[in-house]
């Protein structure tokens, strides 16, 4: 066992408190990551604040980056010394991994949100007790983290970890949305709702397509300046009129609307905003959403439900280093650091839009 400091959940909407826990050595197919940083997510907000009390205590986290110190006996991709982003697991057999589609692999729910492993266990404790974990294959809010062998993708060295980080879910998860799916051509429109790190991810990704114009919605006026300096033509408040004004702003309605507020009413705008056989993806972890069918219907839409940019991380970050390195995926503009005790400052700053993208690091 390896004494590890976690951030630990007691009860659904408990605040993270840092406390000493006790991790065990990796399995056949894990392997032990020392973290180097791990951003903060809104999902792990999300996730706290709806997750079920008889899988509490719990540790979330789950866009880490850090140094792989051991691994298990069947792991084949990673090696001791080896800088990881740390993503979603998948279990690499079901019909959607062999498609190269593991964001929707049918092993997900229990790789991913059971609270422990696939057979019921956990590897962190708590004052000698079972402590949940394996948040996205990984709970990463802790120095250090058992990790699922396809939640982990090889980095090069120099890449900082303030910008690996995010990687694993939200720059992949927007980004990814527009490469991955929607695929937009050069010269198109797109809108973008929602300015935090998974909407400008997706307009950073649409810029770098040759998307014109690309309009992002935010109510922060911070957030909306980092969208123009971005690359968005324009940057709008939401409120009365949104809808004429985006229609306007794309010259008669957007080819593409990407929606990562998660609220209903925000994703019925969103088809207003469409122009014919316009495409909106739905990437927010929001409620019940009711379309009136016709306006779908009579614009010929089509409506995505998206899951981290359906990438195959293995083949997707590898991409989106490459962008980031030409300076078409300038990820470090949204980074805000914070040290890994000062999670509660994070979360505080990311809910009041101070900070767009916090990643807490470690020393």
Not at 42 to 65: A, C, I, K, N
Request: net charge negative; charged share 20%.
């Amino acid at each position: 066992m390896r004494h590890v400091r976690a951030a630990v959940v007691e009860a659904p909407g408990a605040p993270f408190v840092v406390r000493d826990a006790e991790l065990e050595g990796p399995r056949p197919r894990e392997a032990l990551v020392r973290m180097n940083a791990v951003g903060v997510c809104h999902t792990d907000l999300g996730m706290r604040d709806t997750w079920p009390r008889q899988l509490t205590p719990m540790v979330f986290g789950h866009e880490g980056t850090g140094l792989v110190e051991a691994v298990g006996a069947e792991v084949t991709g990673v090696a001791p010394g080896d800088r990881v982003c740390l993503t979603f697991a998948s279990c690499g057999a079901c019909g959607e991994c062999a498609a190269g589609h593991p964001a929707y692999c049918r092993a997900a729910p229990a790789l991913n949100f059971s609270g422990g492993r696939e057979d019921g266990s956990t590897p962190l404790s708590l004052d000698g007790s079972a402590l949940c974990a394996g948040f996205f294959g990984q709970s990463s809010f802790a120095t250090h983290a058992v990790v699922h062998e396809r939640g982990m993708v090889k980095i090069p060295s120099d890449l900082p970890s303030e910008v690996a980080a995010p990687l694993g879910c939200g720059g992949q998860t927007g980004a990814g949305t527009v490469l991955n799916r929607l695929r937009p051509g050069p010269g198109t429109s797109l809108v973008v709702l929602g300015a935090g790190g998974v909407g400008l991810s997706a307009l950073m990704a649409a810029v770098a397509v040759g998307c014109d114009p690309v309009v992002a919605v935010d109510p922060v006026s911070s957030r909306r300046a980092l969208a123009v300096e971005l690359g968005a033509r324009a940057a709008l408040s939401p409120g009365d009129g949104l809808v004429a004004a985006l229609r306007e702003a794309t010259g008669g309605g957007a080819h593409y609307v990407v929606e990562t507020t998660g609220r209903p009413e925000m994703a019925r705008r969103a088809v207003g905003a469409l122009r014919p056989r316009g495409e909106l993806a739905l990437l927010g972890l929001g409620g019940e959403v009711t379309f009136d069918v016709m306006a779908l219907l009579a614009k010929g839409a089509r409506v995505h439900g998206v899951i981290e940019g359906d990438s195959d991380p293995g083949r997707f970050l590898p991409e989106l280093i490459g962008l980031y390195r030409r300076g078409l995926f300038p990820l470090d503009r949204l980074v805000t650091t914070f040290p890994f005790e000062e999670i509660g400052a994070a979360v505080a700053a990311m809910r009041d839009g101070s900070v767009v993208k916090p990643v807490l690091t470690f020393p």
